[in-house]
């Protein structure tokens, strides 16, 4: 397991492969489609973003409300798919890493090919072990979209798997192969 801390330069990025799990800390930053719309929405209207998207990471999270005493709710992927008409955009601003589940788009694998960008891979269904990682939250941006604001979280240990590297290795094809090869 390989211990990495924000932020994500992109020579970090390019120094991850597809199967390698990694404990993720410091700095990241919540995204849902919502979100992702204004943020591309502003940067075309030439608009300060709400964050410094080079070197960051996105998590595609909407937590739940937070029980009390605690920093955040359940804080479970979201599919990531959703994501894929304005991720091209954020990875060549900058942006060096994506959290979700599920597969990526060609374009998504290009742009992250063409600018050194990774996609981790978070469980689904584990959202409150996933909460336990955060150790604070705060709304930055887009208040009004509720769990879908975007938010600045600092995270410690957070365990994630490299779904697909800079090279566009992924590990749904790879690891469906290895598995078809593993069963012959």
């Known amino acids: 397991m390989i211990s990495i ?27 849902r489609d919502a979100a992702h719309a204004r943020l591309v929405e502003a940067y ?14 996105v998590y595609y999270v909407g937590p739940t409300p937070s029980m009390p005493g605690k920093v955040i709710g359940s804080a479970g992927p979201t599919t990531s798919y959703r994501m894929d008409a304005f991720a091209p955009t954020l990875i060549e601003l900058g942006l060096t890493g994506m959290i979700g589940k599920g597969e990526r788009c060609p374009e998504v694998i290009s742009a992250m090919k063409e600018y050194g960008a990774v996609y981790f891979g978070a469980i689904g269904g584990a959202g409150a072990l996933l909460a336990r990682c955060v150790e604070s939250s705060e709304v930055v941006a887009y208040e009004d979209l509720g769990a879908e604001a975007i938010r600045r979280l600092i995270v410690k240990d957070m365990p994630l798997t490299v779904i697909i590297d800079c090279k566009g290795n992924d590990l749904y094809i790879n690891g469906r192969a290895e598995y078809l090869q593993s069963v012959k």
Request: charged share 20%; proline share 7%.
């Open 44 to 57: 075309r209207r030439d608009e300060p973003l709400p964050f410094q998207v080079e070197n960051a990471i």
């Open 5 to 31: 801390t924000t932020p994500l330069t992109t020579e970090a990025a390019r120094a991850l492969h597809c199967g390698e799990t990694v404990l993720l800390s410091g700095e990241i930053y919540t995204a």
